[in-house]
């Protein structure tokens, strides 16, 4: 195990460890058992000590936020001359790993519904008076894979002290630690330009660059350091043509395309606010459907073919696939419907 801490150990007599969770650029997490409360809760603690500096403030702001789209925080402690913050176990995985490395991109339907559930949680946090600062695929916890059972924002307790050590990265340009760099390139202009300056559009302009990675593949400006330029000219990125050429995803992905540029524009104050965003997302049309995994199993004619799933074979047309056409043998997700004869795949997104 990573960390201060094995199974088996006892903090203040009340968390067992458990299991690691993992680690971030700023603390390790640890799964553990509440033994007052019968429960298993992540907890958090700091790996050095400028961590240490703010997390008992982080823990009480993060407590402000009560939403179902916001991870809970559950207890804040000192124990052997250590903090700790318990939150809520989230039993799933994190954005990156459970879509962005699993698919190129996600079709306009689901990506419509995740971008409808970061918003609200992240406008409770803007209510609550909670800027996050560092939102990142890795701060977004998904459960039930493609199913999209819940979608939770993270680590608003560290937001404070993530942009402490982004503040200190950025001014000598370097941009080197892990924190600066798994956030570059979801950092609005502003960041970069007067972090301590930063206000709520910083949350809406990481959002709409989260989107556009979700619905294409690839980051708005870029990655590594030398993204810093062109976020700060901030000139709109362009969407690749799959997003609109196919006539059954383009009335979504367009009305998508507009809000992620909206999220991204440069000056903050044309950006929506959060509340705006839910307003918007809630005048969306994405199904709320069963997803599956297949197999291609048969193409025919570069025009249709069948899709093996769990107990069936599905039907698909090379209409209802969304970006590039999967081949025999290839790993798919999709949605299906009742059809004649068989049922009828809709959409079709190939996987990585």
Request: glycine letters at 8%; hydrophobic letters at 40%.
């Amino acid at each position: 195990m990573n960390g201060p801490h094995s199974v088996g150990d006892i903090i203040q007599g009340r968390y067992e460890i458990i299991g690691d969770v993992g680690e971030g650029g700023m603390q390790f997490v640890y799964a553990a058992t509440d033994k007052i409360l019968n429960r298993t809760v992540a907890l958090k603690t700091p790996k050095n000590n400028s961590a240490e500096k703010r997390f008992h403030r982080s823990a009480v702001v993060s407590a402000c936020v009560n939403h179902p789209n916001v991870a809970k925080t559950l207890d804040y402690l000192e124990y052997n001359d250590r903090q700790y913050l318990a939150e809520e176990l989230i039993n799933g995985a994190d954005l990156d790993k459970a879509f962005v490395k699993q698919a190129k991109c996600l079709d306009p339907y689901l990506a419509a519904r995740v971008f409808h559930f970061l918003a609200k949680g992240l406008a409770a946090s803007h209510h609550a008076g909670v800027i996050h600062r560092d939102l990142k695929p890795t701060n977004v916890m998904v459960t039930g894979g493609f199913e999209l059972n819940e979608i939770k924002i993270t680590d608003f307790g560290i937001a404070k002290m993530a942009e402490d050590e982004l503040v200190e990265a950025a001014k000598d340009q370097t941009f080197q630690s892990l924190t600066a760099i798994g956030a570059l390139p979801y950092m609005s202009p502003e960041f970069i330009d007067t972090p301590k300056l930063v206000g709520t559009p910083t949350d809406v302009w990481s959002i709409g660059a989260m989107m556009y990675e979700l619905l294409t593949g690839e980051k708005p400006f870029g990655t590594g350091w030398k993204v810093v330029a062109k976020i700060l000219e901030a000139t709109p990125p362009e969407f690749p043509p799959f997003l609109t050429s196919n006539p059954h995803f383009a009335p979504l992905s367009n009305q998508l395309i507009q809000l992620v540029l909206q999220c991204l524009q440069k000056n903050p104050v044309f950006r929506p606010s959060a509340d705006a965003l839910v307003e918007k997302c809630g005048c969306l049309y994405y199904p709320v459907v069963p997803r599956y995994l297949g197999t291609v199993i048969d193409v025919q004619y570069q025009s249709y073919g069948l899709i093996s799933i769990p107990g069936e074979d599905v039907f698909f047309h090379m209409n209802s696939v969304y970006a590039g056409k999967p081949v025999i043998g290839d790993t798919v997700m999709l949605s299906k419907f009742p059809g004649g004869g068989r049922c009828r795949a809709h959409p079709v997104v190939k996987l990585a």
